[in-house]
Every structure is written in C-alpha cells, then in structure tokens.
C-alpha cells in the first residue's frame, strides 16, 4: 500500500525564501515535512549550535572541527558574517580547535561564546561579526601607585591591568608567568614564547618599565648540593636599553667569555652570586643538569630563570613569598565574587575590563541568556570562598553541559546515545513521532528557536551539515511499506493503459509499476532479476508495453511489466558493458539505444531483436550517458563520454551531426534532452561540476550552471519544467534534491531534503519528479506559479 499526501502546508517552508517542490505521494512513510533547510558551508564535522535573534532575524551560530565558528541567517540559509576563529599558537602556529559555541544579550546586544581548546572564550559581536572580547580570570585586586586596580589573566597568558573605579585597561603584558613583589613594587614575569630560549624578562607592573636584563647561561651543573647555573660577563644596571647577550644570538655566552670576561656561577636556590672554587674544578667535577638556558638578574641577584625544558619562574626569595605566584593560563574559566554576587570578567576589544552578573541564570529575551553588567565601584572582587563553590564560567554563561538538550514548548529535544534527535512531550517525556533524521552521520548537538511564532530546530551534525526542522508538525510513521526492500537504482516513466506510470528497479532485483497519480502499484512486482538493474527504459512493441534493462554485463533484459518475466530472450550487445541506454521511434520502429564501455553506440529494433546498422563511432573513451530527441523531423541521439565531448548522432543515417560540442574540462557523466523555447536542447553535466545546455540546432552552448564543489559529480540528474515552462534540472546531492533553472543558471527553487540518499530520478509528465530514495519511491510536485 502506498499512502498519498498533499504535502506539507503552505506555510511549512516558510524559512526558505524560494519556491517549494512538495511531495504528492511516497512509497511508506512521507517524507519528513518538519525538514526545512540545510546550511552547508563547514569543512569538518560540526561540534555544537546555539541560537539568537539579530535585528529582528533568527540567527544560528555553530562550532566545527574546520576551527571555526559560523555565523547563519536562518532565513536565507547564508552566512551573516564571515568565519572567525580562536587564536593561534606562538609556538605550533595551530589554530585553537573549536569545542562549544553559545549566544546571549549582553546589555542588549546580541553576542556569541566560544569555547576553545585552549581555555579561551572569545565573544563576538553578532551585529557585525567583529570580536567584542574575551572572558578572563581575575587574579587579585590591589593597589599600583595609589591607585586602586585589578589583575585578570587572558586564556593566552596576557595579565591585564585595569583601574577599579573606571574599569579602563592601564596596561597588558602578553605571556606572563608569574607576579612578585621586588623592592617594594609589583613585578611581572613574562615569557617569549616564539624565541628559541624562551626569553624571560621582569617588568613594573605600574610603569611597565623592564627592570632587568636577561644573561645566557652556558650550563648548569650540580655541585656539593646546590645547583649552579653558569653564565659569562657582567649584567648592566637595571632599566639599561638594549639586551646585549640576548639568548638565542649566536655564541651570546661563548663570545663574553672569549673576550676574556669572567664565568660567573648563580645559586638557583637563593639567587645569589655563588661562590666556588676554580672554574675549571666547578666544571668538570659538577653534573651537568638539562633545561635552563637563560637567567635573569637585578641589582645582582638572580630572580628568575627560563628554558625550553624548564617552566619560566622567579626564584629564591621571590618563589617562596606569599604574595607572589605562577600564572596559571590553563584556570582562565574561574568566575569571581562581587559584592556577594557571582560575576564574570571580560577584556572589551575597546580596552575595557568589565564585570558581569551571572546570578540570574532564568532570565531569557529571545531564547537568549539575558547577560547584564555590574560596576565594581571601588568594591575589590574575590575569588570564589573555595573550589565547592567554584563553577566552571561556561556553564554559567552557557547553560550548557553535559546532555544538553534544547526546549520548544511544549516539546523538548534530546541528543540519543545512537546520535539521532528525539522530540518529546515536555509533560509526558514521551516521544512524539520519529526521531529528526536526516544527517549522514551522527547529531552532536541541538538547539531551538521560534520562526514567525513557529517552534524550530537546529541540528548540527559529523557530516558537516546544519539542518533546520519545523517542529509545529507531528509526523508519523504512515502505513508500512510494501515495495522495495533495498535501494532503488534505476527510474524511468512509460504509459501503461493509457495512464502515466513509473517504473522502478531495486538492488533487491525487482521492478515495480507504480500510478503516478496516486503512488498505487498497478501490477504485480516483477522479481527474481539477476543482477543489479543500473539503466532502463519503456517503449511499446506490437501494441504492449515492454521494459528494457541493463546491468553490469552486456545483456539487455526485455521485460514484461504487465505479465512480469521476459518477453523474450536477453539481448547481447557486444559492448563488453552497457552503460546507459535511451529508447526512440526510428521510422515508425521502436529502437534502443546503447552506450557501451567499447567507445560505441548501438541502435537496435525492439520488434526484431537486431542492431540497426552499423556502430556509431567517434567517441575516444567509454560512452557514459545517451539520451535521445527530435531534431528537424529526424531521430537523434545526444551521448557524452569519458572523453570530455558531447556528441550529436542522427539515427537514420548512423551518422555523427556537426563537430563535438566541446567545453567540458573533465568527463561527461551524464546527458538528457529537453525544449528550450520550443527548440530542442541537450543537457550534459560533467565531473568538472558544471552542468551545460546546448542548442541543438545551432549546436552552441546557450547555458551553464556551476554545481559548486559539495556536489557529487556522479549523483543522479534529470530535467523537468517549471511552471513557467523554462527547463529544471533537478540533482540528487547526498539526502537532498537540488534544482537549477537552467536558462539563467540559478536555483531554481529550495532543495527538497529525504530521509535517504537520493540514488535515483526520473522527470514525470506535467514537471514531476520521481525520487528514488534509499529503498523508497516518492513523486514530488513543482511549485505553482506566482
């Protein structure tokens, strides 16, 4: 039994801004109507999606292992903004990874979260695409020159400096290690990362004036107990320009000591200089240690030092003392306390540090966590009272965690252990109706919002998809399916007792004949056929409909749909293998014609079982598609090949029309024909993913579609109409059929999206489509005219 539909309301892509194909009937369950749109455009699998409202537009925001994050307007299915994406490594020069996204209205203004491998979680603006900022981790409070100001560390290791009372930045020292107190002022530790050695320098925090210089140091060695770092030369006085010596210059601590200047010896327990016996006893009695390779001094003593094996870091006195510390870059998610509020911390793209209240988390606008700024007003933020009460930002800020699910009222969706999305009751917990399918690979992640007061979903998916469902309707499972049971292969269409029928051919090795007006099977299914179906087509012979069949070999099966076997005996071709076959009527004759793997095209008399003349040759590769027309009052055929042409053959004559149509810059995968204005046209499409329209007649190309990259060169095509009589070519491209108006190259109307792979087309009278899909058959309809 077959079930018949309307189709979907009219409303029910009302997300798409094109012209709508609905489905008429399908084989079993009809296709999912809560399908909208897919936005394509990742190069990776994508991670997670969140959604907002931009100036009145839903928006959707998604994450992806390609390292970005995208910005899309629902209602167009394009990209608002270009991609952007985290920070790269110094060191790798590899772009942070992309683990979650999440958006919010931060003091009104529409923003998105991204969470990244390297703890970062930048903000963007959503209005215009830009960075808005960063979330940092408070450090401490505490007071430069009078002046009342707050320590944050970025998830890059930059330590920003901001006034308490006004918030503006005072300073920012990029990769800074670690904070102490020299001399009664506070210092800062920072690191080069890109240099060889890892160059550590001390700076003012309030001035950031560099108060030492950074000496090489030729070995490090163990002895009687301590452990001696040995560098060359003198270091010059604090706040002295220029870096004489810098590591990293050739032969910096080799060259001091050529000079004739002294090896000195450093004790990296206390920082002072050591004293020891001759240098010659030092270095070769001592045990050589790996990892420092620079130090830093200040008023002769040594305060820190670097290393490619070794953690940049004060030493001596400054490591041990309380108020001084290593920065840790990997806490940089820690919210903090104000006022007895937990609150968050943001370093603005304009320079601003600024607070924000996370204690209300129930508040929404939008769908959207409602996010809203607090000034400290000279009140000094804590760092939570103790790690039970800390909560990590993201999920603050997010809401998200682990088995994230999203809501529509009064329906909740849910991610599945088996990675598909489940709908249901938010009362009951029960599920209503199938699960959304539709990804290729497994949903990673699902969020929901409202369209023109309709409840929607957003899916994102390994297969690098995003799709949108329409969750006002309910879909159910229809009655079962009684045709194939394996996917369908091969389609075309014939008349059988004077009504239009399709005919479809399975991997189960059946045919079926199905009504195309109502999806009703009206004979018996012809089974047992051997071997896979990949080619057919109908024609009448002596008054009685006859199928003709090829598949991996070089026989053509002549089937009777009516009464079901072979009308009689398998014809062999001597192609070696047929690849495509087309029917026509050849002075009053019903023929077949044959596109093999032998570089030739056969034309054969159904009646007679016999090939008409001779060969038709030409073609330097296999003959991969064929397709036929009427040119003039004569029979053609249109074949194209591995070779790149296309090529115009009169019937009657056995002979090639005109030169090659050239212009493709790969093979030829497939051919048909259409009207054009009344004037017959051929169709060709090729692996160089361009599809091109020929006037036969004048034997010039007249149009061209670019197919675009995501598009499967070997996917089925056929061309129809549209209402407006104009050709539509229509591909099955992964689960979706794709249509393209062929005189002006443009889309011609929203993919249609199945819950299969589409593996089959064929144009039906009055521009329908049949759609082979996985094991299932459906006829959709093209849009009604304007």
Same mark, same amino acid.
């Given at each position: 039994?077959?079930?018949?539909?309307?189709?979907?309301?009219?409303?029910?892509?009302?997300?798409?801004?094109?012209?709508?194909?609905?489905?008429?009937?399908?084989?079993?369950?009809?296709?999912?109507?809560?399908?909208?749109?897919?936005?394509?455009?990742?190069?990776?699998?994508?991670?997670?999606?969140?959604?907002?409202?931009?100036?009145?537009?839903?928006?959707?925001?998604?994450?992806?292992?390609?390292?970005?994050?995208?910005?899309?307007?629902?209602?167009?299915?394009?990209?608002?903004?270009?991609?952007?994406?985290?920070?790269?490594?110094?060191?790798?020069?590899?772009?942070?990874?992309?683990?979650?996204?999440?958006?919010?209205?931060?003091?009104?203004?529409?923003?998105?979260?991204?969470?990244?491998?390297?703890?970062?979680?930048?903000?963007?603006?959503?209005?215009?695409?830009?960075?808005?900022?960063?979330?940092?981790?408070?450090?401490?409070?505490?007071?430069?020159?009078?002046?009342?100001?707050?320590?944050?560390?970025?998830?890059?290791?930059?330590?920003?400096?901001?006034?308490?009372?006004?918030?503006?930045?005072?300073?920012?020292?990029?990769?800074?290690?670690?904070?102490?107190?020299?001399?009664?002022?506070?210092?800062?530790?920072?690191?080069?990362?890109?240099?060889?050695?890892?160059?550590?320098?001390?700076?003012?925090?309030?001035?950031?004036?560099?108060?030492?210089?950074?000496?090489?140091?030729?070995?490090?060695?163990?002895?009687?107990?301590?452990?001696?770092?040995?560098?060359?030369?003198?270091?010059?006085?604090?706040?002295?320009?220029?870096?004489?010596?810098?590591?990293?210059?050739?032969?910096?601590?080799?060259?001091?000591?050529?000079?004739?200047?002294?090896?000195?010896?450093?004790?990296?327990?206390?920082?002072?200089?050591?004293?020891?016996?001759?240098?010659?006893?030092?270095?070769?009695?001592?045990?050589?240690?790996?990892?420092?390779?620079?130090?830093?001094?200040?008023?002769?003593?040594?305060?820190?030092?670097?290393?490619?094996?070794?953690?940049?870091?004060?030493?001596?006195?400054?490591?041990?003392?309380?108020?001084?510390?290593?920065?840790?870059?990997?806490?940089?998610?820690?919210?903090?306390?104000?006022?007895?509020?937990?609150?968050?911390?943001?370093?603005?793209?304009?320079?601003?540090?600024?607070?924000?209240?996370?204690?209300?988390?129930?508040?929404?606008?939008?769908?959207?966590?409602?996010?809203?700024?607090?000034?400290?007003?000279?009140?000094?933020?804590?760092?939570?009272?103790?790690?039970?009460?800390?909560?990590?930002?993201?999920?603050?800020?997010?809401?998200?965690?682990?088995?994230?699910?999203?809501?529509?009222?009064?329906?909740?969706?849910?991610?599945?252990?088996?990675?598909?999305?489940?709908?249901?009751?938010?009362?009951?917990?029960?599920?209503?109706?199938?699960?959304?399918?539709?990804?290729?690979?497994?949903?990673?992640?699902? /969020?929901?919002?409202?369209?023109?007061? !309709?409840?929607?979903? $957003? #899916? =994102? &998916? @390994? +297969?690098? %998809?995003?799709?949108? *469902?329409?969750?006002?309707?309910?879909?159910?499972?229809?009655?079962?399916?009684?045709?194939?049971?394996?996917?369908?292969?091969?389609?075309?269409?014939?008349?059988?007792?004077?009504?239009?029928?399709?005919?479809?051919?399975?991997?189960?090795?059946?045919?079926?004949?199905?009504?195309?007006?109502?999806?009703?099977?009206?004979?018996?299914?012809?089974?047992?056929?051997?071997?896979?179906?990949?080619?057919?087509?109908?024609?009448?012979?002596?008054?009685?409909?006859?199928?003709?069949?090829?598949?991996?070999?070089?026989?053509?099966?002549?089937?009777?749909?009516?009464?079901?076997?072979?009308?009689?005996?398998?014809?062999?071709?001597?192609?070696?293998?047929?690849?495509?076959? /087309?029917?026509?009527?050849?002075?009053? !004759?019903?023929?077949? $014609? #044959? =596109? &093999? @793997? +032998?570089? %030739?095209?056969?034309? *054969?008399?159904?009646?007679?079982?016999?090939?008409?003349?001779?060969?038709?040759?030409?073609?330097?590769?296999?003959?991969?598609?064929?397709?036929?027309?009427?040119?003039?009052?004569?029979?053609?055929?249109?074949?194209?090949?591995?070779?790149?042409?296309?090529?115009?053959?009169?019937?009657?004559?056995?002979?090639?029309?005109?030169?090659?149509?050239?212009?493709?810059?790969?093979?030829?995968?497939?051919?048909?024909?259409?009207?054009?204005?009344?004037?017959?046209?051929?169709?060709?499409?090729?692996?160089?993913?361009?599809?091109?329209?020929?006037?036969?007649?004048?034997?010039?190309?007249?149009?061209?579609?670019?197919?675009?990259?995501?598009?499967?060169?070997?996917?089925?095509?056929?061309?129809?109409?549209?209402?407006?009589?104009?050709? $539509?070519? =229509?591909?099955?491209?992964?689960?979706?059929?794709?249509?393209?108006?062929?005189?002006?190259?443009?889309?011609?109307?929203?993919?249609?999206?199945?819950?299969?792979?589409?593996?089959?087309?064929?144009?039906?009278?009055?521009?329908?489509?049949?759609?082979?899909?996985?094991?299932?058959?459906?006829?959709?309809?093209?849009?009604?005219?304007?």
């Amino acid at each position: 039994m077959s079930e018949t539909s309307t189709g979907a309301p009219d409303d029910v892509n009302a997300l798409m801004t094109g012209p709508q194909w609905t489905v008429q009937w399908s084989d079993g369950p009809v296709p999912d109507q809560r399908r909208l749109r897919s936005l394509v455009g990742h190069g990776g699998p994508v991670r997670a999606v969140a959604t907002a409202v931009v100036d009145g537009r839903p928006v959707v925001v998604s994450g992806s292992r390609d390292n970005t994050v995208r910005m899309w307007d629902l209602a167009t299915g394009g990209q608002l903004h270009d991609p952007v994406t985290g920070r790269n490594d110094p060191v790798s020069s590899l772009t942070a990874e992309v683990l979650s996204v999440a958006t919010a209205e931060a003091d009104g203004k529409p923003v998105a979260f991204s969470l990244h491998g390297d703890d970062s979680v930048l903000v963007w603006d959503l209005a215009t695409g830009g960075a808005a900022g960063e979330f940092v981790r408070l450090v401490e409070s505490t007071a430069l020159e009078g002046r009342r100001v707050l320590l944050a560390l970025g998830a890059d290791g930059t330590l920003y400096v901001g006034d308490l009372l006004t918030g503006r930045r005072i300073g920012a020292f990029p990769s800074a290690a670690g904070l102490a107190t020299l001399h009664g002022r506070r210092v800062v530790l920072t690191v080069d990362d890109a240099a060889v050695n890892r160059t550590v320098r001390v700076r003012d925090l309030a001035s950031g004036e560099q108060l030492a210089r950074t000496l090489a140091v030729a070995r490090t060695v163990a002895l009687d107990g301590r452990v001696l770092a040995v560098t060359a030369g003198e270091p010059g006085e604090p706040g002295e320009p220029g870096e004489p010596g810098e590591p990293g210059e050739p032969g910096a601590a080799g060259a001091a000591g050529a000079a004739g200047q002294e090896e000195r010896f450093w004790d990296l327990a206390t920082g002072e200089p050591a004293t020891a016996r001759s240098a010659a006893e030092v270095l070769a009695g001592g045990e050589d240690l790996p990892g420092v390779s620079t130090l830093t001094v200040v008023d002769g003593r040594a305060v820190a030092v670097g290393g490619d094996g070794e953690e940049p870091g004060f030493i001596g006195p400054l490591a041990v003392a309380r108020q001084n510390g290593a920065l840790v870059r990997t806490r940089a998610r820690e919210t903090a306390v104000l006022g007895g509020r937990t609150v968050a911390l943001t370093a603005e793209a304009d320079g601003t540090l600024r607070f924000w209240d996370l204690a209300d988390d129930r508040q929404r606008v939008n769908g959207m966590r409602v996010l809203r700024s607090v000034d400290a007003n000279g009140v000094a933020p804590a760092l939570p009272p103790g790690p039970e009460q800390e909560a990590d930002l993201w999920h603050r800020i997010s809401g998200r965690g682990p088995g994230t699910a999203g809501s529509a009222d009064p329906v909740a969706l849910t991610v599945e252990r088996d990675g598909t999305v489940m709908v249901r009751d938010r009362a009951t917990g029960k599920p209503v109706g199938p699960p959304l399918t539709g990804h290729t690979g497994k949903v990673t992640d699902v /969020a929901t919002t409202v369209v023109d007061g !309709r409840p929607v979903a $957003v #899916t =994102a &998916g @390994a +297969d690098h %998809t995003i799709r949108t *469902w329409d969750l006002s309707h309910a879909h159910g499972d229809g009655p079962p399916r009684t045709g194939h049971t394996a996917t369908v292969s091969a389609i075309t269409t014939a008349v059988l007792d004077g009504h239009p029928v399709a005919v479809t051919a399975g991997a189960d090795h059946a045919l079926h004949v199905w009504d195309l007006a109502t999806g009703l099977q009206v004979t018996a299914p012809v089974t047992g056929l051997e071997g896979a179906v990949n080619a057919l087509a109908g024609s009448v012979v002596e008054g009685k409909p006859l199928i003709v069949t090829a598949g991996s070999g070089d026989a053509l099966r002549l089937l009777d749909p009516v009464g079901g076997g072979d009308r009689h005996e398998p014809l062999t071709s001597h192609h070696g293998r047929v690849l495509a076959l /087309a029917t026509a009527t050849l002075d009053g !004759r019903p023929v077949v $014609v #044959t =596109a &093999g @793997a +032998d570089r %030739t095209v056969a034309v *054969w008399d159904l009646a007679t079982r016999r090939p008409v003349g001779e060969p038709l040759t030409g073609h330097s590769s296999r003959v991969t598609a064929v397709a036929t027309a009427e040119l003039a009052g004569r029979p053609v055929a249109v074949t194209g090949s591995w070779d790149k042409t296309v090529r115009l053959w009169d019937l009657g004559t056995g002979r090639q029309i005109g030169e090659p149509l050239a212009g493709h810059t790969d093979w030829v995968t497939s051919v048909a024909t259409t009207l054009v204005d009344g004037r017959p046209a051929a169709v060709s499409r090729s692996r160089d993913r361009t599809v091109r329209l020929w006037d036969l007649a004048t034997m010039r190309q007249i149009g061209e579609v670019q197919t675009g990259e995501d598009t499967d060169p070997n996917g089925p095509v056929a061309v129809t109409t549209g209402s407006d009589g104009r050709p $539509v070519l =229509a591909i099955g491209q992964g689960q979706a059929v794709r249509f393209w108006d062929l005189t002006t190259g443009r889309e011609a109307a929203d993919e249609y999206v199945l819950p299969l792979a589409v593996a089959a087309l064929a144009a039906a009278p009055g521009g329908r489509l049949v759609v082979g899909f996985g094991p299932e058959v459906a006829v959709l309809r093209r849009p009604a005219a304007d």
